[in-house]
């Protein structure tokens, strides 16, 4: 017998992140909704577009927040509130669309778009595009967040000339309250994708409006209820991964030139250069190691090839050369013996950086692989333009060792532009510069974590250098004034684009303490 679209409820439960950044007080009600099964896809969809409005309606007149995750991937509270919580993973419908679904005006190829529902990971995503000899754009480091959860924290992916993972979104469906007309399909007026009549089989509200849709691609979680995504692949290619330890002022001064488009142009003294000759880089990363004031950096060189299926299994490589997290006994000796953090993290250089001249060739979903520590990790990462790319790395390893040392490495990373309107990738070309490690217990010896980030805030902005920061990584997000240092006038923008498409109820509903925290939850009619 076909199941039915349903919702569980469980009553007063104890909620964490992946990475174990909490646990936070309870929650009244996890919900979790499971899709019916023995029917057409869309038809299935829609059911639960409507069980949604339901909760909507049923958290509307019980007067409480409504909030949504999927793998509990960030590493802060931004998808969490005390009222109702539910969980995305069970949604994972996808789908192909055809010829005769695309818009008139489109100037996509309908064999390249794909239509995701919220629950399924970066992992299900490309899975399923494979099968269809495709393949995400970019993506971040690991795979296992909800492609609703990586778009509306703006993940910013890895490839030089594609910006983040929002940027191959062209459709996103919301539901924006418990009504028929509440269901929302939105995409640029500018940049058509799907034409009415495919739009009126998802029982949705057409809008077509680029700033509205620019705001609600990074909505935060406070959007409405990102329900569908329709995304833009490409064809399946393959990546060629180096690792080489370069000095550390060319390093940055190789990426400086990226920067300024010189990437074709490209030369790092080592045997690559031969091997790539003209071929242009798609992916550089620094690893640092800020108590170590050695004068080379190791390095990850990534270049994009045609795809053929005649290359050696990668994955028994890229398992023992990923950037691994580093272990729980790092953070308990660190809180006790803190002086000894450069020693530990000196040794352990050689498993926790890529190993030098392991070379690796595959797809991207498997050079991007599966993470498998899950430790309580933390993550700091915020952007700034490469004209303050040496000032601000030399700020940072000064507060590592000034107000630490705390037990974490850093690496760098380079984006384009998003155009989404409260995108942390906001500048011409970003220069991601993120620190990951073990979270610690602060005491006389060792600073806390959030005032260990308040400290690095203040040193950036005391040296006049603009930033953002990722939104589902670690920060002191109380820190005054912050989103609009961030993000001048682009903040009220992303408010007033929120106000006009969710009612003043369903903002509230909407909102959560991190929306209040960060000074974006105001209601501008």
Not at 311 to 328: A, G, N, R
Not at 335 to 346: A, F, R
Not at 381 to 397: D, G, M, T
């Amino acid at each position: 017998m076909p199941n039915q679209t349903k919702t569980q409820i469980t009553n007063n439960v104890s909620w964490n992140t992946i990475h174990l950044n909490g646990p936070y007080p309870l929650v009244k009600k996890l919900l979790s909704t499971s899709l019916s099964t023995g029917k057409p896809v869309i038809e299935r969809y829609n059911e639960a577009s409507s069980e949604i409005r339901n909760l909507l309606l049923n958290a509307s007149n019980s007067f409480e927040r409504f909030r949504a995750f999927g793998s509990g991937w960030s590493l802060c509270d931004i998808p969490y509130c005390e009222d109702q919580m539910h969980f995305n993973a069970k949604m994972n419908l996808k789908w192909s669309i055809g010829n005769t679904d695309i818009h008139t005006k489109t100037k996509y190829l309908p064999e390249n778009l794909f239509f995701f529902e919220c629950g399924n990971s970066i992992k299900e995503v490309s899975n399923f595009l494979v099968k269809n000899n495709k393949s995400l754009k970019t993506s971040g480091a690991s795979n296992g967040q909800t492609i609703a959860g990586a778009i509306s924290t703006g993940v910013h992916g890895s490839a030089i000339d594609i910006g983040s993972m929002q940027d191959f979104v062209v459709g996103l469906q919301l539901i924006v309250g418990p009504n028929v007309d509440d269901v929302v399909y939105l995409e640029r007026k500018s940049l058509p994708a799907l034409n009415d009549q495919y739009i009126n089989q998802l029982n949705a509200r057409i809008i077509r409006d680029d700033a509205l849709f620019s705001a609600a691609l990074v909505g935060l979680g406070s959007f409405g209820f990102v329900h569908g995504v329709l995304i833009e692949a490409e064809d399946l290619y393959l990546i060629k991964k180096y690792a080489r330890k370069l000095p550390s002022e060319f390093a940055i001064d190789l990426a400086l030139k990226l920067m300024d488009g010189q990437s074709t142009r490209f030369t790092t003294g080592t045997d690559i250069d031969i091997i790539e000759k003209e071929r242009r880089l798609q992916h550089f990363q620094l690893y640092v190691n800020p108590y170590d004031k050695k004068k080379e950096y190791m390095t990850t060189l990534l270049y994009k090839y045609p795809y053929t299926n005649n290359y050696p299994d990668p994955i028994p490589t890229i398992q023992t050369s990923i950037y691994k997290s580093l272990p729980e006994f790092f953070a308990n000796l660190s809180s006790k013996y803190n002086k000894l953090v450069p020693l530990i993290l000196k040794a352990m250089e050689s498993s926790v950086f890529p190993k030098e001249n392991m070379d690796v060739i595959g797809r991207h979903d498997e050079i991007f692989h599966d993470t498998y520590q899950f430790e309580k990790a933390f993550a700091i990462s915020f952007a700034v333009q490469p004209i303050h790319l040496k000032k601000a790395l030399e700020l940072f390893v000064d507060v590592c060792n000034k107000k630490g040392p705390v037990p974490g490495a850093i690496g760098i990373r380079f984006v384009k532009k998003s155009n989404a309107t409260l995108a942390f990738t906001r500048f011409d070309y970003n220069c991601i510069i993120e620190m990951d490690g073990i979270q610690w217990e602060p005491n006389s010896r060792m600073i806390s974590m959030h005032d260990f980030e308040t400290e690095l805030y203040k040193s950036l902005i005391q040296n006049n250098i603009p930033f953002t920061l990722h939104w589902g990584k670690n920060s002191a997000w109380d820190f005054p004034g912050l989103a609009n240092y961030m993000y001048q006038d682009a903040d009220d923008i992303w408010m007033k684009q929120r106000s006009k498409l969710l009612t003043r109820t369903m903002c509230n509903i909407m909102t959560n303490k991190f929306l209040k925290r960060i000074q974006l939850d105001s209601y501008i009619p």
